[in-house]
């Protein structure tokens, strides 16, 4: 059994992309990140189970829990909440949610001054958050909104960025649009549960906690526009 301290699971399962991590402040102690074909269901609760049966912990080291929040699947977010609301209720544990999209752009390197983040919104479409760098960080700026890959080559600004899961088709085409300087690449557009568990820790340690009783999923639907977290 590995010395205690505080650890905090993290639990993405915002898209067909699902992740989970583990970490205590210092290091990720565990993570794993898969693409289910819609089985949340079956294949979350199993999957924390493994991870900290890897780690040599159990349910009893946790002390304190992360959700990406979306936008992205209803059914994916409601499940993902679920499990880490049950767990907040049972051990008596903080919560902390982060919107996904915070999730990829937390993860870029800042270079230039605009950034697009997305995930899939279902029927070929794309939820699109959009970033300013400030202070060598990267912050949102205004609404989040559901668009085809050409409404969003449409948006992009100089010299802008796209991060997120994006098919062959749609990287393609934004390249012959943009260039090849568009686009990060696949390894760094992956929706890694490390970084929600980082931005998590953080404002768990502040204090900046949800109560898991009144915590909700961002949804967007294909005409809404949300204003950024």
Known sequence: MRASAPVLLAVD?????????????????????????????????????????????????????AAALGPGSFTGLRIGLALVKGLALARRIPLVGIPTLDVLAFAQPVTGEHLAAVVRAGRGRLAVGWYQAEAAAWRPNGEVSVLTVEQLSELIPQGGRVCGELTLEERQFLESVHGLGVLTSPALSLRRPSFLAELAWKRWQSGQVADPATLAPLYLHYQDAIPAA
């Open 13 to 65: 399962t915002s898209t067909r992309v699902v992740g989970i991590a583990l970490y205590d402040g210092a290091q990720v102690l565990g993570e794993s990140v898969w693409s289910s074909n819609d089985y949340h269901t079956v294949e979350l609760a199993p999957a924390v189970a493994q991870l900290l049966k890897k780690c040599a912990l159990d349910a009893q080291h946790l002390e304190a829990l």
